[in-house]
């Protein structure tokens, strides 16, 4: 398994399958932080819906259509990322992120981030990296911002989420905007 630093005591790997129990015991842990934002948050709720959850970003993978990715900090899995699409042909992705309350404030999704772009535009050429995040997320917008992404606009009532529909803030980043190791670079 191969494994990203992110601080030297971070880093970013891959989330598998195999991993289900520990990912189901990070979601039941950190439930009320994640549920405000997080879809997932209320469906899994134990091994087996984690597992699922995890083999369709193992299945989406395979079909280089996405990918899921855990960020640890000494080891422990405080949180992630996700490439929550991934269209190779048509040259765009979307980021999705998340983190446990005692990991806040490191810098560690920005950093987490920052190399899933790496990845997208400098390995694989795509042209534009999306970010989605409904508009009263000040901190997922804030993490848009110091990646030097644009807010592009709001989808209004796009996202139906625990009996309502929220509008989503679509924010991006073109590849000729990215500087590889420099986030923000692009503002």
């Known amino acids: ?8 005591r971070a880093s970013l790997q891959p989330l598998a399958p195999w991993q289900a129990a520990e990912f189901a015991d990070f979601v039941a842990r950190t439930r009320t ?13 134990d ?6 959850f995890l083999q369709r970003y193992a299945d989406a993978q395979a079909r280089d259509a996405g990918s899921i990715h855990g960020i640890r ?6 949180g992630g990322t996700l490439f929550r699409t991934f269209d190779a042909v048509a040259g765009v992705c979307e980021i999705g992120v998340w983190l446990a309350p005692e990991a806040e404030g490191q810098g560690l999704v920005t950093r987490a981030a920052q190399r899933m772009i790496d990845w997208a535009v400098g390995e694989r050429g795509l042209a534009r990296v999306e970010w989605r995040t409904v508009p009263h997320n000040a901190r997922s917008r804030a993490v848009a911002q110091r ?3 644009t807010r592009e ?20 980043l073109l590849a000729d905007e990215w500087r590889p190791g420099e986030p923000g670079a692009g503002v």
Do not use: K, N, Q, Y
């Not at 932080?33 to 709720?45: C, D, G, K, R």
């Not at 091994?47 to 699922?52: E, G, S, Y």
């Not at 900090?73 to 405080?78: A, K």
């Open 1 to 8: 398994m191969f494994s990203l630093p992110l601080t030297d």
């Open 33 to 45: 932080h994640l549920a405000p934002w997080l879809p997932w948050a209320h469906t899994i709720t």
């Open 153 to 172: 606009g709001v989808l209004r009532a796009a996202f139906p989420f625990l009996g309502e529909r929220l509008d989503i803030e679509v924010w991006s």
């Open 73 to 78: 900090l000494d080891g422990e899995l405080v």
């Open 147 to 149: 990646l030097g992404m």
């Open 47 to 52: 091994t087996d819906t984690a597992r699922a």
